[in-house]
Nanobody
Framework: QVQLVESGGGLVQAGGSLRLSCAASGRTFSTSTMGWFRQAPGKEREFVARIRWSGGTISYADSVKGRFTISRDNAKNTVYLQMNNLKPEDTAVYYC?????????????????WGQGTQVTVSS
């Protein structure tokens, strides 16, 4: 089992920045990809970004391309999400997730381990 703990959420004005962190522990060697998802009230959980531990292959949702940057520190078993030029529509609970799957990595159903989530609120 992999344990994930997110931090770094908060309240920010539109155009501002936040950096989320996700610290992984436990059987991290069993996972290959880390992802960030978000869920706004009344909406389904949606993919934001993902990164492979090995090789660092990265993918972003179109809605965050050019504004968000995902990165990793393998030595610390930590994944980050730098969020710049935040918009009110970015308001959501952000979740970190881990998977050993190779396909369907935009589908939250393919991620086995999840953090508790961290709230990001962007005011207009």
């Amino acid at each position: 089992q992999v344990q994930l703990v997110e931090s770094g959420g908060g309240l920010v004005q539109a155009g501002g920045s936040l950096r989320l962190s996700c610290a992984a522990s436990g059987r991290t060697f069993s996972t290959s990809t880390m992802g960030w998802f978000r869920q706004a009230p009344g909406k389904e959980r949606e993919f934001v970004a993902r990164i492979r531990w090995s090789g660092g292959t990265i993918s972003y949702a179109d809605s965050v391309k050019g504004r968000f940057t995902i990165s990793r520190d393998n030595a610390k078993n930590t994944v980050y999400l730098q969020m710049n030029n935040l918009k009110p529509e970015d308001t959501a609970v952000y979740y970190c997730a881990a998977t050993s799957a190779r396909y369907g990595l935009g589908n939250p159903g393919n991620f086995a381990s999840w953090g508790q989530g961290t709230q990001v609120t962007v005011s207009s």
